[in-house]
């Protein structure tokens, strides 16, 4: 088992990098899409997969994440959980599709379109926070997301002190 201050160290890193290359992912699908958007007739399939098209980014910062945890820890439940964890941000970006599959077929109002999307994407919010206990009980040495938003605060400082 890695222990924690490395497993930070690691996470730190791949963050930066996977970040780096996601941001220029973004860029080229919004460019892609600006360009659709701007010298084409959108249909509302179009406008769809624009919108699936801009989660690849967060699918790929995901996939990282999981491949660099999985590193971290050999026992079975552990990586069950890890992978499981990937498996809500896909189900997430799965739902999005499904929603916009809704929403153009009902067609109807913003208040149907709200309450849609909250019903399906809150209870991800909350398996989310269910899977990180469930990892932490696991793995006693697991950095849990507030620890990496501090390791990647603290990065930020002393690149600019």
């Known amino acids: 088992m890695i222990p924690k201050t490395e497993r930070l160290k690691q996470m730190v890193e791949n963050d930066r990098k996977v970040n780096r290359t996601a941001?220029?992912?973004?860029?080229?699908?919004?460019?892609?899409?600006?360009?659709?958007?701007?010298?084409?007739?959108?249909?509302?399939?179009?406008?769809?997969?624009?919108?699936?098209?801009?989660?690849?980014?967060?699918?790929?910062?995901?996939?990282?994440?999981?491949?660099?945890?999985?590193?971290?820890?050999?026992?079975?439940?552990?990586?069950?959980?890890?992978?499981?964890?990937?498996?809500?941000?896909?189900?997430?970006?799965?739902?999005?599709?499904?929603?916009?599959?809704?929403?153009?077929?009902?067609?109807?109002?913003l208040v149907v379109f709200a309450i849609l999307l909250i019903a399906l994407f809150i209870p991800f919010i909350f398996m989310s926070v269910w899977v990180n206990r469930k990892i932490e009980l696991i793995d006693s040495e697991h950095v849990t997301n507030h620890e990496l938003r501090t390791a990647h605060r603290d990065a930020s400082n002393n690149r600019f002190k």
Request: hydrophobic content about 60%; glycine content about 4%; overall charge positive.
């Open 23 to 109: 941001l220029l992912l973004t860029f080229a699908i919004l460019g892609i899409a600006f360009y659709f958007i701007f010298t084409q007739e959108i249909s509302l399939l179009t406008f769809a997969v624009i919108i699936m098209a801009t989660q690849l980014p967060s699918l790929y910062r995901a996939w990282h994440r999981m491949k660099l945890l999985l590193t971290f820890n050999d026992e079975a439940r552990y990586q069950k959980f890890v992978r499981l964890e990937f498996g809500i941000v896909l189900a997430n970006v799965i739902l999005l599709g499904i929603f916009i599959a809704i929403a153009w077929a009902i067609e109807g109002s």
